[in-house]
């Protein structure tokens, strides 16, 4: 396993965020940590990258790291894209990436404008004037321009509209193909699309580990869980024509307690403010 917790503890304000999580993500792949609003997935990622005190362990590669500050953490070959972005606003494109280059690493500019060939033709562009679909393509651009054994991405689709949902996806997938992925993601089409295994949690605890097709089959487990019904599809076509990442599916469409199929840019959502 790359990434390993153990009965990881959060307290912020006098208030136990997380409560002794513990789980494993894969070396190939992506993991899908997810749950509820207010959970603590956040917090976990937080947690893993030294962001907010902790105790219990955490090892990264097969060596501890619950003791290593986050730059330390960070050269050890995680890249983040945080929930919210954290673009350098007045700074241009071009600066917020060379912001992210890592000493001692290589840097794969030609990966990040093959994929995001927007972010070369607006390189001389202040990041804060960027939509947000263009500052999360930032966020992740980040991530791949490092020599990386690690990227955590936090909610890459929220607040997006349902067209740069699809191309946020389509970078995910492909970026997954080289590297292991630890994704929150509330958007379940995307997660079904990208994930194999799955970590839940709720209230600061992991309720449940496994593969994300079985989770998502059980429409009674999926309510209980996320609060969210049963989403169906899998044998619906891929939205894209790149490869699968491991133990994934790609289905184009997802029904809703027997509603009409919707396309994955506007999937159920366990987010408090979905349908």
């Given amino acids: 396993m790359i990434l390993e917790l153990d009965d990881v503890r959060v307290t912020l304000g006098g208030s136990h965020i997380l409560q002794g999580v513990s789980f494993t993500v894969a070396p190939t792949g992506v993991t899908a940590l997810l749950g509820r ?127 740069v949902v699809t191309e946020v996806a389509e970078v995910l997938e492909r970026a997954a193909e080289r590297v292991p992925m630890l994704l929150v993601e509330q958007n379940l089409a995307l997660v079904r699309r990208l994930s194999g295994d799955c970590v839940v949690l709720a209230a600061g605890q992991v309720v449940h580990r496994g593969p994300v097709r079985e989770l998502l089959a059980d429409a009674a487990l999926t309510q209980e869980l996320l609060g969210v019904g049963q989403a169906r599809g899998e044998n619906a076509p891929p939205l894209s024509h790149s490869a699968p990442s491991r133990g994934t599916t790609h289905p184009q469409l997802i029904v809703k307690d027997g509603q009409p199929p919707k396309e994955v840019s506007q999937p159920e959502s366990t987010r408090s403010d979905a349908p």
């Fill in 37 to 163: 609003n207010g959970v603590g997935k956040t917090t976990t990622v937080k947690a893993i990258l030294g962001l907010v005190p902790r105790t219990g362990t955490i090892a990264f590669g097969g060596a501890p790291v619950h003791r290593l500050r986050t730059h330390e953490i960070v050269r050890r070959g995680i890249g983040y894209a945080p929930e919210d972005r954290c673009v350098f606003a007045k700074l241009t494109v071009t600066e917020n990436l060379a912001l992210a280059e890592r000493r001692g690493s290589d840097h794969a500019y030609d990966l990040v404008y093959e994929l995001f060939p927007e972010l070369k033709t607006r390189g001389a562009q202040e990041a804060g004037t960027l939509s947000g679909g263009q500052q999360q393509m930032v966020a992740i651009a980040r991530t791949l321009l490092n020599d990386n054994r690690l990227i955590v991405v936090d909610e890459p689709t929220k607040g997006l509209a349902p067209k």
